[in-house]
């Protein structure tokens, strides 16, 4: 394996993948077959999905992802629907219930099931139109890539959460400096989500090696598990072997990008730019700076703080030090610092407004600049 992982995240990632797979059972069901309750003992919200065509009747509890997908079912939002489920609980699934059955819709209720395979998880309430292209085909259509490259690919970080999977790496060997003391690798992002919290993406990514900040270029593919208007129609009425088919064409094609974003030439590319943005001073004083920014990429007041805290965080490491101008390379780094410090659910943002950054066009970089 030409993957280094020496705190052992791969293998973790990987065996917590494959547990979730073996535990992942998917149900299609028009919701007047479907009962939302809440356990007597604990307060939890249940679905009960009803015996159909020689099933069991499952009685599963709803994580929190999945409630929210409920609740927006029934047109409720999600902060309301949590106040109703902790104050007058049996109320609100007598509401949920009636609306399930007086306007029935047909939908998929992804789930872990326990042993017994009658309780455990439900973890999304998605469309029966929803495409399931799982973690375990994202990973089997990119690694062996990576791991006959001669990149020489260690982990920097990879987890599972109830709503996505991430994997990022970087290569060893594939380094540059777009200026002098300013060390980049090149890398590669893997995310996905089963539970329709996001698409299944590749990603190229440069890793700046003084503080491994890292920013997502443009080099990105995006597959969405949400079939079009054109196509959702016929989707819910391919048979199973026609969906593997179709995510199998998913896999080639996440398996060639996984090879284009991991080459020399397309960190090049980046590097280039990069060395570019060392020569874009920025005017103005150090503490406006982060708020221009934060106008253009339409920030929050926290936000431009939190760029600012990773401002002063860039200047005074390698190829950033006290005295020099303030340049665009140093704003892609000091936002790319922000994920740094994030939930691991937020940090492809941050990743992505420094890539945003490095490739404004003219006249939003000159609203930054002047």
């Known amino acids: ?81 949590r106040r109703l489920q902790e104050k007058v609980p049996y109320e609100f699934d007598a509401v949920v219930n009636s609306l399930w059955q007086k306007e029935p819709t047909n939908r998929m209720v992804r789930t872990f099931l326990d042993a017994d395979e009658r309780t455990g998880t439900a973890r999304a309430f998605v469309s029966d139109k929803f495409k399931t292209f799982d973690n375990v085909n994202l990973l089997n259509a990119s690694l062996p890539q990576l791991m006959e490259s001669d990149a020489q690919w260690q982990v920097v970080n990879g987890t599972v959460t109830d709503k996505r999977l991430y994997l990022r790496l970087k290569s060893e060997v594939q380094t540059g400096q777009p200026a002098v003391g300013d060390k980049m690798a090149n890398g590669i992002g893997l995310s996905n989500s089963e539970v329709g919290a996001g698409s299944v993406s590749v990603y190229q990514t440069i890793w700046t090696l003084a503080c491994l900040n890292g920013m997502q270029t443009e080099n990105r593919n995006r597959s969405s598990h949400i079939t079009s208007a054109r196509d959702s129609a016929d989707y819910g009425l391919l048979s199973g072997e026609a969906k593997d088919a179709d995510n199998r064409a998913l896999e080639l094609k996440l398996r060639d990008l996984t090879a284009a974003y991991a080459s020399r030439e397309t960190f090049d590319e980046v590097l280039d730019k990069m060395s570019e943005a060392h020569f874009d001073i920025i005017e103005g004083d150090f503490h406006e700076i982060p708020e221009r920014v934060g106008t253009v990429l339409k920030l929050t007041k926290k936000e431009n703080t939190d760029i600012l805290n990773g401002l002063i965080a860039t200047m005074g490491q390698a190829g950033y030090e006290h005295g020099k101008p303030i340049t665009r390379a140093t704003m892609v780094n000091a936002v790319t610092a922000v994920a740094n410090n994030c939930d691991a659910d937020e940090v492809d943002t941050w990743q992505q407004r420094g890539g945003k950054l490095l490739n404004l066009n003219e006249r939003d970089w000159n609203r930054i600049a002047a």
Do not use: C, W
């Open 1 to 81: 394996m030409n993957i280094e992982n020496s705190k052992g995240t791969l293998e973790s990632l990987l065996l917590k993948v494959k547990e979730q797979n073996d535990r992942s059972a998917d149900f299609l069901a028009s919701t007047d077959n479907l009962q939302k309750r809440t356990n007597y003992d604990e307060g939890k919200p249940q679905i009960v999905i009803e015996a159909t065509g020689g099933e069991p009747t499952r009685i599963l509890d709803i994580n929190e992802h999945a409630f929210g997908q409920i609740a927006q079912n029934v047109d409720i939002d999600t902060r309301t629907a």
